[in-house]
DNA sequence: CCAGCCATGTAAATCGTTACATGATTGC
DNA sequence: GCAATCATGTAACGATTTACATGGCTGG
């Protein structure tokens, strides 16, 4: 259900095709669900089946037509719906984590070279959230407001990785 | 291949029946790797079948039959194997984010009651953990040390609950 | 008597990943 | 010429969730 709240939400901020969808996913939602164009090219087929998105056929020249997708009313009324449910609290499901329980097993040069590269990994991505945070915190009063609640999401994603970077860093120390 | 490491290193530790290993699961790698009884049991069939771990009938009067895997020769090596392999870090994937990323369409009270609701979760995860900490701490040395690795993981599980806890509480605060 | 623990499974549906597939245009 | 961008899809497989199913024993 969650995937399709996700493109409910992005056609609710402004209509596009498949492909100009997944771009936006990948800088906006993508921080915090993931997906690939087949599974939100199918999405948008459901969506489009069941009335809550309208389609319309674009001819380009110089590029392929393109499909772009429309949220309509009764689009709205699901993304309401969908939105007044209740979300569980997620837990933590990383491989990693499953590797170290038993790190006895392995050679402790292979895990700190791991945990290096994790490192590495939650920095960039570190990098790219505090860039977009900075982009937010210059924009005008009336622009930043806007983002105000994808604002909070992306605080998550901040702390998110600044926690996993002082665990990486803290477990390389005691191995 | 997760469910299979997972299940591969708790066999490691110790055989048992699927029964018992799903509740050493729940107290262990079930903190960062999920699962149900339905997966559990046909994992175990697969890695029977693939002759990675010897089964056992073991009747028992007043309970029910149980069958006994042990993890064998061949599921050791296929253990360490994927414990080579890479982990690719994990990234955020909750619905609570998306919610709030078309927060604006919600009314602030329901906004404010799901993030208390999450908040309790988070609380009464990080206690659960930090009880399960004392309790290594408590350990003599000898045994404490058995635990090294599994204490990491354990220790991550805090940060991660801490976190979600003071965002919870910030973006309460800010909405 | 009812709830909960012990112990195992089948089946269906949904969701997610990976591979395969096409084809024009733009910039180096 | 080659890679990247634009733009859309099918198919197979694997992973996960949810529902259905059974049945004895134990404690309040």
Redesign the interface.
Known sequence: ??LK??VL?LL?VEPGSGYALLQRFRN??G????TTHQQLYKELHGLLENGLVDCLDVAQDGKPDKKVYTLNAAGATE??TL??G?????????????????????PRE?LLA?LA??RE??KRTLATYRLLHEQMQAMPPGKRERY???G??L???I??E???L??CE??AG??
């Open positions: 259900m969650s709240l996700a939400a609710d906006s939602v921080f915090f669900w993931q993304l309401d939105l007044a209740v979300a569980s609290p997620s837990k933590i499901r990383d491989p990693l984590l499953l590797k170290l329980f038993s790190g006895r097993r392995l292979a791991e590269t994790h990994q939650h105000h609640f994808p909070q999401t605080r998550l994603g702390m998110y600044e926690t996993w002082k665990w803290e477990v005691e191995i």
